[in-house]
């Protein structure tokens, strides 16, 4: 029998991060003002210290006689680190004006040694905390050790307060990357589903019951997709073996049984024209799966332009460099630049010749190659730019009598899709009708 998960919810998961994080930050403050507290009690104990170290230094000098004071110096200054030395009327000494700390001590000092005791922080220039008394009339300094001169283990309260800081930074981090996760790894798998990879799932195992029931639904969503898209694959390749098979028969026939040679041509012709529109359905409707790899976008763009040979429809001049790279898809990058010039024979033509003279052209961006095809027709209204990649959308009313199936841009918008390029259409200032292909650079410009 298995065990039942413990659910929780996104806001309880939420809520017990943040107050796990509020506990740790909350003791790290107390430590640090603990350790603040702690001051007056610390320079309190280092006066008591030096208190005592100069009744042991007066009393030392008292009982030693003058010849032997300066090895009692030299012998304190090895072993204490206590500095002992005459003072003259001609010294110099300044007031002690430190930090917290030191006040504190000098406070201590004083309610200790006396009122009358002299202190300072330097004395002829040297620095450190001097207390002056006096033995038997003689004046002298003693100087503190610097352990006592300063505020003993001083950082500890800024460690407390810097650890603080940094927990709660990191905690910060930790809960957002945490709550973000599941949504990141929601937004991954949905561009994987958008790219066709319709196996993609996510985990149903989590705690959190709001993502878990998110990622359930998802993950049904996905599967249903994937049949769909099965069913759909399944249905074209029927209708498009079903629609061809009498095609060709209505071909044969008419070619066969026809007399009249206008009544054949206009039948075969029409034959062609359904054909080709069964083409675009397909074209539109085919699997998203890719293979990009570095392809020679003139030698394709020369390959497509070579299908069109009537001069008197349609004239396409390229300006590509002939060793220019782009990362695509040969087969889906052949079937844009076909669209493209179809698109163009049929509505692009000028008004004058009523040829359509379609130039390519290139650029480089940082990693990207765009890449221009205009013609020189009539171009489309602006309120429409936006429609013309719609499936089964005409640009002008002229459009809705034509032959074609609608589908010519939207497949180009599709396969770029595909390819991780974008498209772009607008109209040319001096006319005409722009449409700008992003494509991937196979390499950097040099």
């Not at 249905?235 to 629609?243: K, N, R, V």
């Not at 010039?341 to 765009?370: H, K, L, P």
Request: glycine share 6%; charged share 25%.
């Amino acid at each position: 029998m298995t065990q039942k998960k413990v659910a929780l919810s996104l806001f309880w998961r939420t809520f017990v991060l943040l107050l796990v994080l509020l506990a740790v930050v909350v003791f790290s403050w107390m430590q640090a003002l603990e350790s603040l507290d702690d001051e007056p009690l610390v320079a309190s104990h280092a006066a008591q210290q030096l208190t005592t170290m100069v009744h042991l230094g007066g009393e030392a000098l008292r009982l030693t006689d003058r010849g032997n004071r300066p090895a009692l110096i030299k012998a304190l200054l090895a072993r204490e680190s206590l500095l002992l030395q005459a003072r003259a009327v001609t010294d110099t000494w300044t007031a002690p004006d430190g930090d917290s700390y030191q006040r504190e001590l000098v406070s201590e000092l004083r309610s200790q040694l006396g009122r009358e005791v002299l202190l300072a922080s330097a004395v002829n220039g040297a620095p450190g905390l001097w207390v002056g008394f006096v033995v038997d009339r003689e004046a002298w300094w003693l100087r503190s050790p610097p352990a006592l001169a300063s505020r003993p283990m001083s950082s500890h309260w800024q460690a407390w307060l810097s650890a603080s800081v940094l927990i709660t930074l990191l905690g910060s981090v930790l809960i957002a990357h945490r709550i973000n996760q599941p949504l990141r790894e929601l937004s991954f798998a949905a561009s994987r589903i958008r790219g066709g990879e319709y196996e993609s799932r996510l985990d149903e195992t989590t705690i959190t019951s709001e993502i878990r029931e998110v990622n359930m639904g998802f993950n049904r969503m996905a599967r249903e997709l994937a049949k769909v898209e099965e069913d759909r694959a399944v249905m074209l390749a029927g209708i498009s073996h079903d629609l061809r098979t009498p095609l060709a028969r209505l071909r044969l026939e008419a070619e066969m049984s026809v007399a009249d040679e206008e009544a054949r041509s206009n039948m075969a012709s029409d034959i062609d024209q359904l054909d080709a529109i069964i083409d675009k359905f397909m074209d539109y409707a085919r699997p998203g799966e890719t293979h990009l790899r570095p392809v020679l976008l003139s030698k394709l763009i020369d390959k497509e332009a070579a299908t069109f040979r009537d001069p008197s429809e349609i004239r396409i001049t390229s300006r590509v460099a002939i060793d220019l790279e782009v990362l695509a898809d040969e087969v889906e990058l052949g079937r844009v630049f076909a669209n493209l010039f179809e698109n163009a024979r049929r509505y692009g033509r000028t008004t004058d010749t009523g040829i359509a003279m379609v130039n390519v052209s290139y650029q480089r961006t940082g990693g990207w190659v765009i890449c221009t095809v205009r013609d020189n027709g009539p171009g489309v209204a602006p309120e429409k730019l936006a429609q013309l990649t719609t499936p089964f959308f005409r640009g002008d009313a002229a459009r809705t009598a034509a032959t074609g199936a609608g589908l010519g841009l939207a497949i180009v918008e599709k396969a770029m899709q595909r390819m991780g390029g974008l498209v772009e259409i607008a109209n040319a200032p001096d006319g005409g009708l722009v449409v700008h292909l992003r494509l991937r650079a196979a390499r950097l410009a040099r």
